[in-house]
């Protein structure tokens, strides 16, 4: 199998799984307890806390371990607006992952003030009308750092700086979840409050994640109980998944240079042979302000659905970008944000690059799509 | 063969995927995604709820085949649910299982086989597929009680060529055995009987809710025009229909005809609901040529067939028929053969 859908996840990178091993095994501990099994396991959470900090230039006690990328869009967000009695609004944009566009509806239905900005064919967020939208109501602002469908990458320092300038109070919340194998992830210089990250997209385990949640910040809980994360998100943790998250962003951390540019090199021969294999072929991922591992393509005439049933029966897999629970894929609305109609949208496709694809195996799948289309039309 | 079998997560098409696997063919399974309500939920009642794909999804990880679900959800939307809407807003009784079977189902499927890289399509439908001297006939199901022939009354010679249905010459019983045999998770679901659209409440309280404009009031009369009554529109009212009339005679009283032009809904006794045959449209020969002269016809999807003649679109029963509708299908028989099948376009008494 040619694996093209490292957006969607990605295989754990060396390593990780035999740093799990033991918490899920020996040092069984419940980390509150007070005994030695507890204990061990209690100072494995901490050490892994200290380490995930150190990865985004962030404090320990700023760190809260989630259950993945939905868990924390949906703690920023909802934290964020619930908080509050008065100034609940969520201001957010078009092209944004249903954990954060869903979140915002959720409280647009118990009645916050939401509002949803739009994005040029370029895929980034049109700025003034962002700022525009920001006013005494809103709780918080939450941008994408890199589109999970397209690869854009939104310039997050200039837009917190700006939105902090305009309303010193508002919140300014980063989905980073596509953006760890690839960015730089350093709180203080992208400017944000809240940055949501997922183990499972850059190697670590599924079922992991993190909410950065700036020192001082106010946030109301979603899950009560027993106190954990300092009251922020109750429920025993999961310190196997912590200590792999960990060593997984360390991995990602130190690979991070390598994987911009070899990774990069691979899609960007990926594009270019696709592009002179399909003449009319469209790259929906834009040339500036892109990632080095995502590339969307449309190609007129082509069902995505056929082509990705096609390459998925000769090996290769690759996403429409947008697909529901039951596994149809789905007009993209991001791809409709940024301008395409939803005909155009049905002939795109996502090929996503990861730490572990080679330059031998992307060739070979581009001659697959070129021979593929050829036969399709 | 390449094959792409239409699973609908129910007994007969996880079988017919399973007999397909067995004799060795490549297959492919595909579930259609057919419909959503107005929140993208998908249905809770028909043939094509949440848990019949994911029914479907484990009968294929367990034959290991691939398998996908394809969104046909605009196809559907337009070909199916709007010309029901349509259809009962202008008096007629449309079978829009039939329509999705037609337009959906069989002329999409079909058409795609080409870019699925399959041959043949697969239904589990009920119904026997058979060439004879390079001829296709369309046979009744073994199982009469089953028999879905007249769903697939509208393939052409050219479709039926691409068709292949391994349930046809198996019971309903001898299915669910041969699925309990192999531990399909199916081998014991209940049939579904609802219109995936409009779930388990009546098809008016869907037409309101979807299409109000349809809901246009008029006049209820007798078959001599006298007034008798009000309605809030002919979509709630269909040929043959006794309850729920809104008005209070001596005695029974059925709908026997519906003025679209007028909005009028046409009360009568019963034997004034007997039409002497019908005009028909779409008519389509299965057999590859047309037909004129004696056939069986079968207007309701288990109704018995009755004797009828047939020349161009003027079809004449033997003996006069109750309760046939414009918007129906009928099929035409030989015996156990199909012949074609059409839409009732008008009927005259």
Request: negative net charge; charged residues 25%; glycine residues 10%.
């Amino acid at each position: 199998m040619i694996y093209l859908d490292h957006a969607a996840t990605t295989p754990m990178r060396p390593g990780v799984w035999d740093a799990m091993r033991p918490f899920a095994d020996d040092v069984f501990g419940n980390s509150s307890g007070v005994h030695d099994v507890s204990r061990r396991a209690k100072n494995a959470l901490e050490e892994a806390r200290e380490r995930v900090a150190d990865t985004i230039a962030a404090r320990p006690s700023e760190i809260v371990f989630t259950s993945g990328g939905t868990e924390s869009d949906n703690l920023a967000i909802k934290g964020a607006s619930l908080n509050r009695r008065s100034r609940r609004g969520v201001v957010t944009v078009a092209t944004e992952h249903e954990a954060v566009l869903e979140t915002t509806d959720f409280l647009r239905r118990i009645g916050a003030p939401t509002r949803l900005v739009g994005v040029g064919r370029d895929g980034l967020v049109d700025a003034p009308a962002l700022f525009d939208a920001v006013d005494g109501d809103t709780a918080v602002v939450s941008v994408m750092y890199l589109n999970n469908e397209t690869g854009v990458i939104q310039d997050i320092p200039a837009l917190s700086a700006a939105v902090r300038d305009r309303h010193g109070e508002v919140l300014f919340h980063a989905d980073a979840v596509q953006a760890f194998s690839s960015e730089e992830i350093d709180v203080a210089r992208l400017g944000v409050d809240l940055l949501s990250i997922t183990g499972h997209k850059f190697g670590g385990p599924k079922g992991t994640g993190v909410l950065y949640v700036r020192e001082g910040t106010p946030l109301e809980p979603l899950l009560h109980g027993g106190g954990q994360e300092l009251g922020r998100r109750s429920g025993t943790h999961d310190v196997a998944g912590a200590v792999g998250l960990a060593h997984a962003m360390e991995a990602a951390v130190t690979d991070r240079s390598r994987f911009r540019s070899q990774v990069g090199q691979i899609r960007d021969d990926f594009e270019k042979r696709v592009m002179v294999g399909i003449p009319d072929l469209q790259v929906n991922t834009p040339e500036l302000n892109r990632s080095a591992h995502h590339l969307n393509v449309r190609i007129p005439g082509v069902r995505n659905e056929t082509l990705l049933m096609r390459l998925d029966r000769a090996g290769i897999a690759a996403s429409a970008g947008s697909t529901c629970q039951s596994g149809a894929s789905e007009v993209s609305h991001v791809l409709e944000a940024m301008g395409l109609s939803p005909g155009e949208a049905r002939e795109s496709v996502r090929f996503s690059f990861g730490w572990n694809s080679t330059a031998d195996e992307a060739i070979e799948a581009a001659n697959v799509v070129v021979s593929l289309v050829e036969e399709l039309r | 063969m390449k094959v792409l079998v239409a699973m609908s997560g129910g007994v007969d098409s996880s079988v017919a995927a399973a007999l397909m696997r067995e004799e060795g063919h490549d297959v492919i399974g595909v579930t259609l995604k057919l419909w959503s309500g107005p929140n993208g939920e998908a249905p809770t009642a028909g043939c094509c709820t949440v848990s019949d794909a994911e029914d479907a999804r484990r009968v294929a990880a367990q034959l290991d085949i691939p398998y996908y679900v394809l969104d046909y959800t605009e196809e559907f939307r337009d070909g199916v649910v709007d010309r029901f809407v349509r259809d009962y807003g202008s008096g007629r009784t449309p079978n829009p299982c039939i329509e999705c079977n037609r337009t959906v189902k069989f002329d999409r499927l079909l058409g795609s086989l080409a870019e699925f890289d399959s041959e043949f399509l697969v239904t589990g439908h009920h119904a026997r597929n058979a060439n004879v001297g390079g001829k296709w006939r369309l046979l009744r199901g073994q199982d009469r009680a089953k028999d879905q022939s007249y769903v697939l009354s509208m393939l052409t010679q050219g479709e039926l060529s691409r068709v292949v249905l391994p349930v046809g010459e198996l019971t309903k019983a001898d299915v669910r055995t041969i699925a309990a045999d192999m531990g399909l998770r199916t081998a014991a679901k209940p049939e579904s009987m609802d219109i995936c659209f409009v779930g388990q409440r009546d098809y008016r309280g869907f037409l309101r809710e979807a299409a109000p404009e349809v809901f246009e009031p008029g006049r209820v009369t007798g078959t001599d025009g006298v007034e008798l009554g009000r309605h809030d529109g002919i979509a709630g009212f269909t040929i043959g229909q006794r309850r729920g009339l809104g008005v209070a005679l001596g005695e029974p009283r059925f709908v026997v005809r519906i003025d679209a032009g007028s909005s009028t809904v046409v009360l009568g006794r019963r034997d004034e609901l007997a039409v002497a045959g019908a005009r028909v449209s779409q008519l389509t020969w299965s057999v590859g040529h047309p037909v004129s002269g004696r056939v069986m016809a079968q207007y309701r999807a288990h109704g018995e067939p009755v004797e009828a003649t047939i020349h161009g679109d003027r079809l004449l029963f033997t003996d006069r028929q109750e309760a046939v509708a414009p918007g129906q299908t009928v099929a035409f028989y030989d015996d156990d053969m199909v012949l074609g099948g059409a839409l009732v376009a008008d009927t005259f008494v």
